[in-house]
């Protein structure tokens, strides 16, 4: 065969290929070479682990982009996750895991059913920890177009320090189709600055040990400035002019309530004037649900930015410890 058309024929079989080995993009060598001499990895080994790991090709014609979906609306993101069985499994996780529970939260001063109600939501205690090969989903995030791929290659390098100090073989890892991991659903970086040995076996493994999982979430709240026992959020009316101080994003804790009384807000009797708060709003398909709410409610947050998250755990782990503390009076 002429050697033009040997050309060609290759040529097009890469082209119509839709991955290549991750080795074969000048991106993944200068990230190598960056490991190696940052952080002293061999650089056959990185070689030799990246050139199992597919990159999706860029297609030359790619279809236009759907517009984005419309946020679910706050009933319906809740009625996800609070639900019957979520709860019943709840109740039998804090059973089957009441000392270490009691442990974290004398330690740590979180309540148990607020660490139950997360490992809930995440993983549904376990039981839906991710089947996407972590290191490739983070390669793919590092090394495309993705508008935050400067934070993935971030965490696709506390990804290999994280496999290399944990002793993790990075090619059978397992996550999330965004790089969550384990029962806590900690990304990587969180993996390595939070997740705790609360098992005592000399090992941090967030991916099999739930006592692991529970003393690290634990540990991340408490890092987080977690306020000992502290209340959430409570439900509030506000004046037309006074809505504009409700988010629906995110929103922390800056003025107290003495500020807030002093501006007209009906802030109940029992807050201390000291106490810091913010207010939320939850949207509905026809209106918004607005919330007070206060420090921890924020530190929530910080475990997924999405108010109704927050709102959800806060929820599902009354119902959790209601249902808890009559089948164990």
Avoid: C
């Avoid at 024929?9 to 082209?15: A, D, G």
């Avoid at 390595?192 to 709240?221: E, H, M, T, W």
């Avoid at 004037?273 to 026809?286: E, G, N, V, Y």
């Amino acid at each position: 065969m002429p050697l033009f058309f040997a050309f060609l024929l290759l040529f097009s079989s890469i082209s119509a290929a839709k991955t290549l080995p991750a080795t074969s993009f000048q991106t993944t060598h200068t990230f190598i070479d960056k490991m190696v001499k940052d952080h002293n990895f061999d650089k056959n080994e990185l070689r030799l682990i990246f050139s199992k790991v597919n990159l999706i090709v860029a297609d030359k014609n790619p279809k236009l982009k759907k517009k984005k979906s419309k946020p679910l609306s706050w009933d319906k993101y809740r009625a996800l996750f609070i639900t019957e069985k979520r709860i019943n499994n709840g109740v039998q996780f804090w059973k089957d895991n009441l000392l270490t529970l009691k442990r974290a939260e004398k330690k740590y001063n979180v309540p148990q059913e607020i660490i139950v109600a997360i490992l809930g939501i995440e993983t549904n205690y376990g039981h839906n920890k991710g089947t996407h090969p972590t290191l490739e989903t983070l390669a793919r995030l590092s090394f495309g177009k993705h508008r935050r791929k400067k934070f993935y290659q971030r965490e696709l390098k506390e990804f290999l320090l994280m496999s290399r100090e944990n002793s993790l073989p990075p090619l059978m890892i397992k996550g999330s189709y965004a790089g969550a991991l384990g029962y806590a659903q900690f990304i990587s970086s969180s993996y390595r600055y939070y997740a705790v040995d609360f098992d005592f076996d000399n090992k941090i493994d967030l991916f099999n040990s739930p006592a692991d999982a529970i003393g690290s979430i634990a540990n991340y709240f408490d890092k987080h400035q977690w306020h000992d026992f502290g209340p959430y959020a409570r439900p509030i009316t506000l004046s037309k002019s006074q809505k504009n101080h409700a988010k629906s994003s995110t929103n922390k804790p800056k003025k107290n309530a003495h500020y807030w009384r002093n501006k007209g807000f009906d802030i109940d009797s029992d807050i201390n004037s000291k106490t810091k708060l913010a207010f939320i709003r939850l949207p509905q398909d026809d209106h918004f649900e607005t919330w007070l709410t206060f420090w921890n409610f924020y530190v929530l947050t910080r475990y997924n930015h999405d108010n109704r998250y927050a709102m959800t755990a806060v929820q599902l782990s009354e119902k959790i410890k209601q249902q808890f503390n009559q089948t164990n009076p």
